[in-house]
């Protein structure tokens, strides 16, 4: 299964955890993505910085900041990046869902992946043509 867009486009997958990191760096490897991995909140967006990611996987509870700060960050290097906020806890974080910010719950599953990232993507794509 891969997806056109794949074609050297960028994500970051951004969790402490690093069994978690490993199984979407993989799931999102075999879609056809490049894939970088950031283990906090800092790291997070100094990847962002240099690597320019279309997509962020965006773990809720990290060291070095919190959700909304590492958006916000990640909102002033890029207003268009597509994130994908994951928690174990069933509900999101207050203020951070919109066009560009998705929410699932930990673990995801494989399709569920496929679709968030489809949808967030297919969204980018209409916000950034439409901008233009």
Request: aromatic share 2%; with cysteine.
């Amino acid at each position: 299964m891969s997806a056109p867009e794949a074609v050297r486009t960028t994500m970051l997958v951004a969790d402490d955890d690093a069994l978690v990191r490993g199984v979407l760096r993989m799931a999102l490897t075999r879609l056809g993505y490049e894939v970088r991995e950031a283990v906090d909140a800092t790291e997070t967006v100094a990847i962002a910085r240099d690597d320019h990611p279309r997509l962020v996987v965006l773990d809720v509870n990290m060291p070095g900041g919190s959700v909304h700060s590492t958006l916000a960050a990640l909102r002033e290097l890029d207003p268009s990046v597509a994130v994908l906020v994951l928690s174990g806890e069933s509900q999101p974080p207050a203020d951070v869902l919109g066009p560009l910010c998705a929410f699932a719950r930990k673990p995801i599953e494989l399709d569920d992946l496929v679709a968030h990232v489809g949808r967030l993507l297919a969204t980018q794509a209409g916000v950034v043509s439409g901008s233009s």
